[in-house]
């Protein structure tokens, strides 16, 4: 893999301000099978999740920045693999946040660095949050608070970002969508 700062142009500018819910990654818009299984002589159906996280993020536009990322990054195979994940998704308005230049100026492997702080092992969804320190899949630890059923992550730094949308299903995992970008 090249070791060239990465070429995001154009990603980082968003078009309106994102409000919670306006994420168009709801489960309505995830295409899924059925599995139907005779039990006692009745029928149920059970939804299947078909996409991984990677699918879920490169079908919505607010994650083209995200998305772009994790494939300068290599990490596209690593996070459609069977997982299950944990993923504290960006937003292009949350990369727009950043610094001037912060992307453009990043290699390949701190960039993996970065995103791989933006994912915990194992799948959690938000029923199950708990307030304290969860380690991540590059080793480092982030700060789950939760306060009035408000969901915030503070990272290594100090910086404090929202969750803003949670429990998008992956067939590997879990996505919680957040305002901004965690730093290792």
Not at 29 to 41: C, R, Y
Not at 107 to 120: A, N, R
Request: hydrophobic share 40%; charged share 20%; aromatic share 2%.
């Amino acid at each position: 893999m090249s070791s060239r700062p990465i070429k995001i142009i154009g990603s980082l500018i968003v078009a309106a301000s994102l409000t919670l819910g306006a994420v168009a990654c709801s489960s309505d818009s995830k295409s899924s099978s059925s599995d139907t299984t005779a039990k006692s002589g009745a029928s149920t159906t059970k939804p299947m999740k078909s996409e991984t996280i990677v699918d879920i993020a490169a079908g919505n536009a607010d994650f083209s920045t995200l998305v772009g990322a994790v494939k300068t990054a290599g990490l596209v195979e690593t996070l459609s693999g069977k997982g299950p994940f944990t993923v504290f998704a960006p937003t292009n308005e949350a990369f727009a946040k950043l610094p001037a230049g912060t992307l453009a100026s990043l290699t390949p492997e701190q960039l993996k660095s970065i995103l791989t702080y933006h994912v915990v092992a194992g799948e959690v969804l938000a029923k199950d949050v708990k307030p304290g320190k969860v380690k991540t899949v590059n080793g480092a630890e982030l700060t789950i608070n939760v306060k009035d059923g408000k969901v915030t992550i503070t990272d290594a730094k100090g910086n404090t970002v929202n969750v803003v949308k949670t429990d998008i299903d992956g067939s590997n995992g879990v996505i919680h969508v957040i305002d901004g970008v965690l730093m290792p």
